[in-house]
């Protein structure tokens, strides 16, 4: 499900739920009666409100309540939507990105996704989750710390003065070590060494996904995507279980929009658990 709390007028209102129904409307807009899309600033007020009554009007449920999740509105709102991956979908995902960001990425992330057969709804679902955490929606593409930490690690390939810093963690899942920088040039066409500064895996968006891409491809990551499998794939892009929780999260909305609008892998999933659930 996409919301936490009630949603609504005298509903608990929390401004990533209120964000999420906003942008269940706008995808909705024809049965909401709107001329344009509503704001999407997790502000509950009277232009959500009257869109939310005007599409429960449509399909013939109360508008006296605030919306909760699994309820038959929440699951009318999703039953009108694209089924590809569009940006507002991207947005529930990551609900507390910044709309800048969700515009930077999107085609990048289509692209990249493209790329490395990141293709049914099961393997976007899982990636997108990762990266979601990886990159606290979209927020960091090179970590916080200054790179000291790598120095002289020559099980990373940091073998001369200075690579600790220069071949930080990078992209929205981490490229860290002169060998790695080294080795996702090869397969990009670029010489983070020579020619081509490593700070471009952090500020081009295009590098900054597709470095996540090929993590998620040499890993073999969609297999365990077709799995279901959240815990091994969690352990192989970040060494254990850290963030477990949160990834979970994100995949439960990921899943909810995009899996579940594919009612023959929605039947599959929902024979089995998925695995790391917790």
């Avoid at 909705?28 to 009257?50: E, M, Q, T």
């Avoid at 910044?98 to 049914?120: G, S, V």
């Amino acid at each position: 499900m996409c919301i936490s709390n009630s949603v609504g007028n005298g509903g608990v209102n929390a401004s990533n739920d209120v964000r999420c129904i906003q942008l269940l409307l706008n995808m909705n807009r024809d049965r909401c009666g709107l001329a344009s899309d509503l704001k999407v600033d997790g502000a509950w007020g009277p232009s959500s409100a009257a869109a939310l009554a005007t599409f429960c009007k449509a399909i013939g449920a109360r508008s006296d309540t605030p919306v909760t999740a699994n309820d038959e509105i929440l699951v009318a709102l999703r039953r009108g939507l694209p089924p590809a991956l569009v940006r507002q979908k991207l947005w529930i995902i990551m609900t507390s990105a910044q709309a800048a960001k969700i515009d930077a990425f999107f085609e990048a992330i289509l692209a990249t996704m493209n790329r490395y057969q990141i293709n049914t709804p099961l393997r976007m679902a899982h990636f997108l989750a990762q990266i979601a955490h990886e990159s606290g929606c979209l927020r960091y593409t090179e970590e916080i710390a200054d790179g000291e930490a790598y120095e002289g690690r020559a099980d990373l390939g940091n073998t001369q003065p200075g690579d600790g810093p220069l071949f930080k963690g990078r992209g929205l899942i981490q490229l860290t070590g002169r060998t790695n920088y080294r080795e996702y040039g090869k397969a990009c066409g670029r010489n983070f060494e020579t020619t081509d500064k490593p700070t471009l895996v952090a500020t081009d968006p295009d590098l900054a996904v597709d470095v996540a891409g090929w993590f998620w491809d040499r890993r073999q990551l969609n297999a365990l995507a077709d799995r279901d499998d959240l815990r091994e794939i969690t352990r192989r892009v970040n060494g254990g279980f850290n963030g477990l929780a949160d990834r979970a999260d994100f995949l439960a909305r990921a899943k909810w929009l995009l899996v579940q609008n594919d009612a023959s892998v929605a039947a599959d999933t929902a024979a089995k658990p998925a695995n790391g659930a917790a």
